[in-house]
C-alpha cells in the first residue's frame, strides 16, 4: 500500500505565516490540501482593490492594474499595483516600530521610533511616480520569466513623510559614502529568517534628493500594509525596487550596496544593447538607475467605438524618470505621422504629467492611436519593443488603444 503523503514543514510555515497563526495539527495536513482560510483570501477584499485588478501572482502577491483604471490624477489604493518578492509582514505594531541608521559609513548606529521621524524632522508630500522595472516584461521575445506584467505596474501617489536626507544627515555621512542599503521586515517565501526577499538601495546621490522619502502616509492616510506600512522609502523616477516597502534598517555603505538581489541579472541589464537570447556576462550588467520615458493612454479604454460626427477625448500620464516629459504626441497611422498633444507640468519633480486632446478621425473604420512621450533630452518612447535583456526590464514602447469609428 502507497504511504499517504502529509504537507512539508517548510510549506507547513510559509501557510502559517499566511494565515498569521501556526496551524496546529498542519503535520495531519495531506500533500497538496489548501487550508480554507488560504482558500477564501480574496485579494480584492484583503487589499482594498478595484474588482477588475490584475492578480498575476498570489505566492507571492503580484497584482496590476488596467490602463484605464489608472485615469487618476492621483492613484488611488484601490488601483495601485502591488509588487512583493516575499511575504508581507504580519501583526505590525507601529508603536513599538523603529528605522535603525547603520552602515560603514554612518559616523554612528542611531535608532529612530515612528513618533521621533515625524516630530523631529520636517514632512514633505510628493507626488512621486513608481513604476517597476518589469512593467511591460510580457512583451517580450523569447520571454522573459517573472510576473507577466503589461502595463499597469505603475503609480503615482503623494507620499507624507521626511527627507531621507535629513535623517541621514542628523545620524552623520562619512566622506566615503557611497549607497544606501534598506532591510525590511518582509519574509522570505522560503520563511528562513536569514535570507531576505530583496535588500536594494540607491547611490548617495539618488538618496540625498529631495524628493527621496521616507514616508508613512499615501495620500493622506497611513500606507496601507500591502505598500509598506508603516514606513517606507520612496524614490521617484527610479526602478520602484528601489522604494523599499516595510524598511526597518537603512545602511549607509562604503560601497556599491550588496543584499539580495542587486546583482546578477536582477534589476541589471546589458550596459551595451545585445542580441535577444543572448548569454550576457556579470560584469557586462549595469544597475537600472533613472527610468526611460514613457506613457499611458487611461481614458478611453481600448476597444472604444465612437460616431464619425463626434471628436474623441484621449487622456493619460507620461513620465520620464528623473527627466521631464517635454513633448507629447499621438498617432492615428501606425507612427507614420505625429500630432501634438498638450501636456501639464508636473505637480513636483518625479509626478507624472498629465495630457488630453481630443481626435477627429478621417472617415469610418478600424484606428489604433497611439501615444508617444519625448523626454527633456530629446529622447523619445520606442514605437514597438525596446532592446531586449535576460530579464525583460525596461519594456517603454508606445502605449496603443483600439478605436472603432461608425
Ligand atoms: N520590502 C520590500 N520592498 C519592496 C518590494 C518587496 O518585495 N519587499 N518590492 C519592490 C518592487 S520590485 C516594487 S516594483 C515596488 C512595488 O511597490 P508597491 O507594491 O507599493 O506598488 O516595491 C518594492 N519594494
Ligand atoms: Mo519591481
Known sequence: MKRRK???????????????????????????????????????KMFGLDKEMVVLNDKPWNIEAKAHLLDDKITPNKSMFIRNNGIIPENIDSSKWT????????????????????????????????????????EF?????????????????????????????????????VYIGYHAADKHLSLDPKKEPISR??????????????????????????????????????????????????????????????????YRIPCESVAPGA?????????????????LITYPKSGAVIKKSKKLSIRGHSWAG?????KMEYSIDFGATWQNC??????????????????????KGYYEVWARATD???????????GWNPKGYLNNACHRIAVKVY
Open 279 to 295: 548569454e550576457v556576462k556579470d560584469e557586462d550588467m549595469c544597475i537600472i538607475e533613472s527610468m526611460p520615458v514613457k506613457s
Open 201 to 266: 538601495g540607491a547611490p548617495m546621490e539618488k538618496a540625498l534628493q529631495d524628493e527621496t522619502l521616507l514616508a508613512f502616509s499615501m495620500n493622506g492616510e497611513p500606507i496601507p500594509l500591502s505598500h509598506g506600512y508603516p514606513l517606507r522609502l520612496v524614490a521617484g523616477g527610479w526602478p520602484a525596487s528601489v522604494s523599499g516597502k516595510w524598511i526597518h534598517t537603512i545602511s549607509i555603505r562604503d560601497k556599491e550596496h550588496d543584499g539580495t538581489k542587486m546583482k546578477g541579472t536582477a
Open 141 to 177: 521575445n523569447p520571454p522573459a520569466k517573472g510576473n507577466q506584467w503589461t502595463v499597469g505596474a505603475v503609480s503615482c501617489a503623494a507620499w507624507t513623510g521626511v527627507r531621507l536626507r535629513d535623517v541621514l544627515e542628523d545620524v552623520g555621512i562619512k566622506s566615503n559614502a
Open 342 to 363: 498638450p501636456v501639464e507640468q508636473p505637480a513636483n519633480r518625479l509626478a507624472w504629467q498629465h495630457f488630453s486632446t481630443e481626435i477627429t478621425f478621417p472617415k
Open 376 to 386: 527633456s533630452n530629446g529622447v523619445a518612447q520606442p514605437m514597438l519593443l525596446p
Open 6 to 44: 502529509f504537507v512539508k514543514n517548510t510549506l507547513l510555515g510559509s501557510m502559517a505565516a499566511l494565515i498569521g497563526t501556526e496551524i496546529v495539527f498542519g503535520s495531519s495536513m495531506l500533500e497538496g490540501y489548501e487550508p480554507l482560510a488560504l482558500q477564501d483570501s480574496d485579494p480584492f
Open 99 to 138: 528605522l535603525t541608521i547603520e552602515g560603514e559609513s554612518a559616523s554612528q548606529k542611531k535608532v529612530y521610533t515612528l513618533d521621533e521621524l515625524k516630530s523631529k524632522f520636517k514632512q514633505h508630500t510628493y507626488q512621486l511616480t513608481l513604476e517597476c522595472g518589469g512593467n511591460g516584461r510580457s
Open 322 to 326: 528623473e527627466l521631464e516629459v517635454k
